[in-house]
């Protein structure tokens, strides 16, 4: 069985800094991508960070880019996220996620943690 399990979320002040982790477990991930998406009331869910998890290739969203960090623990399968000078429109519910490489892989999610920057 497949386990995403995520913690580190919180409320937090504008220019303040969380970090949340993933910890993996149930397959290996060597054909995933291993990262955090978001989503806010409202909106969409919007990519955040992911690491390649068999190449280590990191990729980032518009938004966040210069701001998180995503780094990974291989040896526990774990991903985690530096959120780093934190705004309001940050605030979300963030989700660990396992997409895979194909379409022929199946994707899971965590159950989420939210994340609120106050002004």
């Known amino acids: 069985q497949v386990q995403l399990v995520e913690s580190g979320g919180g409320l937090v002040q504008a220019g303040g800094s969380l970090r949340l982790s993933c910890a993996a477990s149930?397959?290996?991930?060597?054909?995933?991508?291993l990262g955090w998406w978001r989503q806010a009331p409202g909106k969409e869910r919007e990519f955040v960070a992911a690491?390649?998890?068999?190449?280590?290739?990191?990729s980032y969203g518009d938004s966040v880019k210069g701001r998180f960090t995503i780094s990974r623990e291989s040896t526990k399968t774990t991903v985690y996220l530096q959120l780093n000078s934190l705004k309001p429109e940050d605030t979300a519910v963030y989700y660990c996620?396992?997409?895979?490489?194909?379409?022929?892989?199946?994707?899971?999610w965590g159950q989420g943690t939210q994340v609120t920057v106050s002004s």
């Open positions: 690491i390649t998890w068999s190449t280590g290739i990191i």
């Open positions: 996620a396992a997409t895979g490489l194909t379409p022929a892989e199946t994707d899971y």
């Open positions: 149930g397959r290996a991930f060597n054909n995933y991508h």
